[in-house]
């Protein structure tokens, strides 16, 4: 069974400050791969996603994620944070060769970003 | 815009009430999902629906049942409500033409007492 590990609980930071969050996810096959944001009191948003191609791929509001087929991980970043982006963050993992398969999320990682 | 409505923000419901949370989305997608969101724990799959009238049990499915008669409705049902299922649920859809990429509705919170 996939699983998806995000090793940060709660990360605090300033503002400018640079970000990553980690997410390792257990599988061995070919898999989709998923950045959701939830920001306090709103539905989770898709941020960006893999699926193929460039293992670097940019999503919305300046976040960027590096696929690693070899460390199975899947890192979030950006370059500077602004208090905006206070929110918790999930990584989530499908099999790429079905084509129903469920999400698997991590527990999450709440940011928050103090001025 | 893909939308999923869950019916309803905000419940509070009797130990051993039946609950209905009920969900559509507007763009025909085959697929369905249940997930609770707790703290600490993250989502976890309940239950999920590949077509009309079939479901599938997620990881959690104790306690809960799913109905889908319609392709754009899928009702979670909890039979005897208990303390330990007050959660934010959340509804999501998804089909292979989007990549299979996951669309959330904004939650139910339910509270249990």
């Known amino acids: 069974a996939q699983s998806v590990s995000q090793h940060n609980h709660h990360v605090i930071l300033s503002e400018a400050a640079s970000l990553e969050l980690g997410c390792n996810y257990s599988y061995g096959g070919t898999v989709n791969l998923f950045w959701y944001v939830q920001y306090p009191g709103q539905h989770l948003q898709l941020l960006l996603k893999?699926?193929?191609?460039?293992?670097l791929v940019k999503g919305i509001k300046g976040f960027e994620a590096e696929f690693i087929k070899s460390k199975f991980s899947f890192n979030l970043r950006k370059p500077s944070v602004q208090w905006s982006d206070t929110a918790e963050y999930f990584c989530a993992v499908n099999d790429w060769n079905s084509g129903n398969t469920p999400l698997v999320f991590g527990k999450g990682t709440r940011l928050s970003v103090i001025a | 815009d893909v939308k999923v409505t869950q019916s309803s923000r905000y419940l509070v419901k009797r130990t051993g009430e039946k609950v209905f949370l009920e969900c559509v989305q507007d763009m025909d997608h085959e697929n369905m999902f249940w997930y609770r969101q707790d703290p600490g724990l993250g989502l976890r799959l309940i239950y999920f629906s590949y077509d009309v009238k079939m479901k599938e049990k997620g990881d959690i499915p104790e306690g809960y049942s799913v109905s889908r008669e319609k392709k754009e409705r899928f009702s979670l049902i909890l039979e005897s409500a208990s303390t330990n299922q007050t959660s934010m649920y959340l509804c999501a859809s998804s089909a292979p033409e989007t990549g299979n990429t996951i669309y959330f509705g904004e939650g139910s919170w339910l509270t249990v007492v």
């Open positions: 893999y699926f193929s191609g460039d293992p």
